[in-house]
């Protein structure tokens, strides 16, 4: 497949440390979501300098240690669990029980999402399938970009789905926190009796040089980012250690072990980027370490994929994949989660808290708890219906992902 238009006639950049260098260096500015400005515009995600700052600062707490492990115990592990209860009770007619994991991994999901982001009424199967609908159409509209249909007629179709989204789920959302927030302004309840979530924090602390439409902007950043990487990388996690069982049988009981599933991630995190590139655009001119030039205001391409399988920092066999590498020098997700300023701020929402040191402190994030799950469910990809990738977009997504789920 081509490369996609918006990087074509670019300067790229393909090695680690020379992308590294620009996402750390305060001479450039964000470049990527051109085309998605309608839905992420002003947000977290588009922002820089002071600005970006100020929001990142204010939405922390959303990530703080006690939030994580509120959203992990008491959001995700009983979905995931209540999720397959509920695979395991609509088998088919010959008993086996079969799902497709790309749908699977969004239903896990959507309550998390909601939770972090602030919606309300995700509550019900059928409730919890609506949302996820919308969040899935609101990604494709998120990640245009890349989009292989045409880009005016996906914004045109995904900006009438978010007007739905608002009137079936945010408005509601909204009115209810605003009214909170307003009885804490009153003195009427306590900091701590307002909910920890982000449409909480922008009205708890609104800046009037907002507009009214970046809450629902802001808030369609997060439910995408809260779900997109996670159900971007676990079908790939289960794909490579099937095939790395085959050569390496000796390490299929290690399924059970939750440290082996954590490197296994981020070794299918590392590989498989749910943001291929990046754009920046240069403040001044600009030469790197390594001697190559950027003009003023010149947009630059910063591929990952290369980046990510750089032989120099992930070794020979960089572009395998390989549970038991060994990286000293960076993430062992590579730029996955970007770098710089604009560094993923909900990563440890995915990948758990790496200070985590036993069962009862901290958290191992969606990844390894999804994975860990389905390995208990006993996940097998369905010989008879083989995995298949998705051709609405540039991406290395699969669309269809059909399983078996042999324990339940």
């Given at each position: ?62 990530f ?17 669990d ?61 990640t ?19 007007d739905d ?17 307003e ?36 808030a ?16 790939h996690?289960?794909a ?84 038991f ?18 560094i ?43 995995p ?5 977009s540039?991406?290395?997504a ?11």
């Amino acid at each position: 497949m081509p490369p996609p238009p918006h990087i074509v006639g670019l300067q790229h950049f393909t090695t680690y440390a020379e992308i590294d260098e620009i996402l750390r260096s305060r001479n450039f500015r964000q470049g990527s979501h051109q085309e998605s400005q309608p839905f992420f515009g002003r947000s977290l995600l588009t922002i820089d300098g002071d600005e970006h700052f100020e929001r990142r600062r204010l939405e922390a707490p959303l990530f703080a240690k006690a939030a994580l492990e509120y959203y992990e115990h008491t959001e995700l592990i009983p979905l995931i669990d209540k999720t397959l209860e509920e695979c395991r009770d609509n088998r088919d007619a010959d008993g086996v029980v079969r799902a497709d994991l790309c749908v699977l991994l969004r239903t896990m999901l959507a309550r998390i999402a909601a939770a972090t982001t602030g919606i309300d009424g995700v509550d019900t199967p059928e409730r919890t399938t609506a949302f996820r609908e919308y969040v899935e159409q609101l990604g494709t509209g998120a990640t245009v970009e890349w989009s292989t249909e045409d880009h005016d007629e996906v914004i045109r179709r995904i900006l009438a789905v978010r007007d739905d989204f608002d009137r079936d789920f945010f408005a509601s959302s909204v009115a209810r926190r605003r009214v909170l927030v307003e009885s804490f302004h009153q003195g009427e309840i306590e900091r701590n009796e307002l909910p920890v979530d982000l449409i909480t924090m922008l009205y708890l602390h609104w800046n009037d040089d907002w507009d009214e439409g970046l809450p629902i902007r802001e808030a369609c950043l997060f439910l995408v980012a809260a779900t997109q990487t996670t159900t971007h990388s676990v079908p790939h996690l289960i794909a490579h250690l099937d095939e790395w069982f085959e050569s390496h049988p000796q390490d299929r009981a290690k399924v059970a072990d939750r440290e082996y599933i954590k490197r296994a991630a981020h070794e299918a995190l590392r590989l498989h980027l749910p943001s291929p590139a990046l754009l920046r655009i240069a403040n001044e001119d600009v030469t790197l370490s390594n001697g190559k030039t950027i003009a003023t205001d010149e947009r630059v391409a910063c591929l990952f994929t290369p980046a990510n399988r750089d032989p120099k920092v992930f070794g020979p066999d960089a572009g395998e994949f390989n549970p038991f590498r060994e990286v000293s020098s960076v993430k062992p997700w590579g730029l996955t989660f970007g770098g710089g300023e604009h560094i993923c701020i909900g990563r440890t929402l995915v990948t758990g808290l790496s200070a985590r040191t036993d069962n009862d402190e901290g958290t191992d994030g969606t990844l390894v708890n999804i994975a860990s799950a389905l390995y208990e469910a006993g996940i097998e990809i369905d010989p008879d219906d083989p995995p298949t990738y998705t051709e609405a977009s540039h991406h290395d997504a699969y669309g269809r992902f059909p399983i078996l789920l042999t324990k339940l």
